[in-house]
Nanobody
Framework: QLQLVESGGGLVQPGGSLRLSCAAS????????IGWFRQTPGKEHEAFLC????????TYGDVVKGRFTTSRDNALNTVYLQMNSLKPEDTAVYYC??????????????????WGQGTQVTVSS
């Protein structure tokens, strides 16, 4: 059973950076696509990035384009989210999610089979 644990969240000032980690256990991530989502109170999970097993990423929408990137180290069974130029509106709980797929990314939360517990990111001065 695959388990995902996010870490690296916290409080950061506007314009700052954070790197989140999504560490997997119980199974190798080699054959999983990883999606990144965020959620604010009262809203649905919003997908913003996805990365295939080979490391190709897809950005959803324009909100994080040019500021957030994702990468993976399959040897460490970990996926990373680098967030730069953070804005107050980036404040949310951030989640990683996994689905068995090598080449196809998915945008819907319900299309993933495994989810992390989430980590809070707060952007404030």
């Amino acid at each position: 059973q695959l388990q995902l644990v996010e870490s690296g969240g916290g409080l950061v000032q506007p314009g700052g950076s954070l790197r989140l980690s999504c560490a997997a256990s119980g199974s190798s991530l080699d054959n999983y696509v990883i999606g990144w989502f965020r959620q604010t109170p009262g809203k649905e999970h919003e997908a913003f990035l996805c990365i295939t097993s080979s490391g190709l990423s897809t950005t959803y929408g324009d909100v994080v384009k040019g500021r957030f990137t994702t990468s993976r180290d399959n040897a460490l069974n970990t996926v990373y989210l680098q967030m730069n130029s953070l804005k107050p509106e980036d404040t949310a709980v951030y989640y990683c999610a996994a689905v068995p797929s090598r080449y196809v990314c998915y945008e819907e939360w319900s299309e993933y089979d495994y989810w992390g517990q989430g980590t809070q990111v707060t952007v404030s001065s």
